[in-house]
């Protein structure tokens, strides 16, 4: 584990300062410190993701490789959905793949996925492959 993905996991849930990962593969180091408008349960969330996330995070891939993925008829599906569900779905493709590379730790990437399978744009077998 390192800092920049338990921060961007942890912050999805709960308002924090800051996170602290000494030793990579030692969870029991691993902490973080919420802002002090934080809620018990935005704690409790974000103590449920230090006690759940992958210790070895899936390496991101590089966005361009990643959308190599999908197959034409894949991405066009996609494309069409995009421009049907008042913005949802484009705006996670959206914000995924403005960085330079996809993480597939991330809960928005995470939920991206299972959007793909519910809204019938991927089969499983296709995200489990597109999304590892």
Known sequence: MDEPTLHAAISEVCPIISVSVPHP?????WNFAPKPEATEAQIASAGMVLSTIPADPT???????????WTNAEYRLLQD?????????????????????VDFNRKRTQSFAADCVTNGILTQARADEIFS
């Open 25 to 29: 593969t030692d969870r029991v180091q």
């Open 59 to 69: 390496i991101a891939v590089a966005t361009a490789d990643w959308i190599a993925r």
């Open 81 to 101: 959905r995009r421009m049907s569900d008042n913005g949802k779905t484009g705006k996670d493709f959206d914000i995924i793949t403005a960085a330079p590379s």
